[in-house]
C-alpha cells in the first residue's frame, strides 16, 4: 500500500511565525502535490512538484514556498503565517500520469 | 477555466437505499475523473478512477459512469450503510500537468 505520512496532524502557530509542513511518500513517485481544504471552497491546489527541485505553482500559491530536495519528501513552507492560512493542508501523491492520487491524512494548522 | 460542480451538497438517506450523486464539469478535454470518500477529519482516500476512453468504473457496490460530451459523472451506491457515511468528491484532470480539480463534495448520512 503507499503510504503518504504527514508527520504534524495538528499545529497552533502565531501570526508571523514561519511553518514548515512535512510530507513524505514511500512509493517512489514523481508528481508530489499540496492541496488547501476550506468549508465551502473544497480543495485548491498551492503547488505542485514532478521531480526533484522542480516545482510549479497551483492555483493558490500566495504566502506559501515548498521544497523537494529529495524525491520521497515534499515541503510546504509558511515563510509568514497569517491567520487566512488557517486551514486543512493535505498532501497528495502520483506516479505518472493518468493513475490514482494517493492523499496523505492531513494537517490542520490553526493562526492565531 | 474548469469547473466541477457537485449537487446535491448534502444527501440523508435510509440503510438499504440505492443512490447516485452527481458531478459535472465544464471542460469536457479531461484525462479522467476519480471519485473520492472523505471521512470526517481525515485525508481523501480515492474509490474509483474513469480514464477520458472509459465509460464506466465498478468496485462492489459502487459504479462510477463518465459522460464525456454532456461533461458529467455519476456514482451510484447500491444498498447504502450506515458505514457509507462521509463526504464524497469527485476531481477531473485535465492535461499533462496531472493538476485535479476537485468539486466542493456531497455529504451524505445513511440513516440507519
Known amino acids: 500500500d503507499v503510504k503518504v505520512t504527514q508527520s504534524s496532524r495538528y499545529l497552533v502557530k502565531r501570526t508571523g511565525e514561519k511553518v514548515f509542513l512535512e510530507c513524505v511518500q514511500d512509493?517512489?513517485?514523481?508528481?508530489m502535490f499540496w492541496y488547501r481544504q476550506d468549508p465551502g471552497l473544497g480543495l485548491r491546489l498551492i503547488y505542485f512538484s514532478y521531480d526533484v527541485k522542480m516545482k510549479e505553482k497551483g492555483d493558490i500559491p500566495e504566502g506559501y514556498s515548498v521544497s523537494r530536495e529529495k524525491k520521497e519528501r515534499f515541503s510546504l513552507i509558511l515563510e509568514s503565517a497569517s491567520t487566512n492560512q488557517t486551514s486543512m493542508y493535505l498532501c497528495?501523491?502520483?506516479?505518472?500520469?493518468?493513475?490514482?492520487?494517493?492523499f496523505g491524512e492531513g494537517s490542520w494548522l490553526t493562526v492565531v | 477555466k474548469q469547473e466541477v460542480t457537485q449537487i446535491p451538497a448534502a444527501l440523508s438517506v435510509p440503510e438499504g437505499e440505492n443512490l447516485v450523486l452527481n458531478c459535472s464539469f465544464t471542460?469536457?478535454?479531461?484525462?479522467?475523473l476519480q471519485w473520492f470518500r472523505q471521512d470526517p477529519g481525515k485525508g481523501l482516500t480515492s474509490l474509483l478512477l474513469?480514464?477520458?476512453?472509459?465509460r464506466e468504473q465498478t468496485s462492489g457496490r459502487l459504479n462510477a459512469s463518465l459522460d464525456k460530451s454532456s461533461g458529467r459523472s455519476t456514482l451510484y451506491i447500491a444498498a447504502s450503510q450506515p458505514g457509507d457515511s462521509a463526504t464524497y468528491l469527485c476531481a477531473v484532470a485535465g492535461g499533462a500537468t496531472n493538476k485535479l480539480i476537485f468539486g466542493t463534495g456531497t455529504l451524505l448520512a445513511v440513516q440507519p
Open positions: 471542460d469536457s478535454a479531461i484525462y479522467n
Open positions: 474513469i480514464q477520458s476512453s472509459q
Open positions: 497528495a501523491t502520483l506516479r505518472g500520469s493518468g493513475n490514482t492520487i494517493y
Open positions: 512509493m517512489d513517485h514523481e508528481n
